[in-house]
């Protein structure tokens, strides 16, 4: 036990290191009055839908919808590439008829989405469906676009 004791307190002085009462510890994250989060520019998303394409395959069994879209984030903010989780509405003539969770990654603040769902029944008309995106979560992840000052051409 006395060869662990230098590792054991290795962990306890790494710990004390992150004192929650200095200052600027957590001063640097912005909260409202509610002390709840406050989000800058950087931290939006906002998801455009471009390049919608709907086939009804009534081959089969049942029906299928098979649909490719194309999402891209407005903003183009400082990370090109990030982790995007969010909802796939289904709608025929204004009922849901399913809402798929789905995760993805934008690629230079983009990414294209195949998605295959059965439909209730036979007959429905591409321009009878309607296919909303609500994003849930993201999270950026690296490479980082970072421009300095002296890095900017004249």
Known sequence: MANFKPFMLLPVLALLGCDEQRPHFFSD???????????HEAHQLSLTLSKL???????????????????????????????V??????????????????????????????????????GIKPEHIKIHIQPIAWMPSYPLNILVNDQIAP
Not at 88 to 98: F, G, H, R
Request: overall charge negative; charged content about 25%; proline content about 2%.
């Open 29 to 39: 994250i912005a909260l409202d009055e509610k002390n709840k989060f406050t989000y």
């Open 85 to 122: 989780a969010f909802n796939i509405s289904i709608k025929v003539s204004e009922q849901e008829i399913v809402s798929i969770q789905r995760a993805g990654v934008l690629q230079n603040h983009s990414m294209d989405i195949k998605v295959q769902q059965e439909l209730p029944k036979f």
């Open 53 to 83: 394409t709907k086939k009804i395959d009534e081959s089969g069994f049942s029906p299928m919808l098979h649909t490719e879209f194309h999402l891209e984030d407005e903003q183009h903010g400082h990370w090109a590439q990030a982790w």
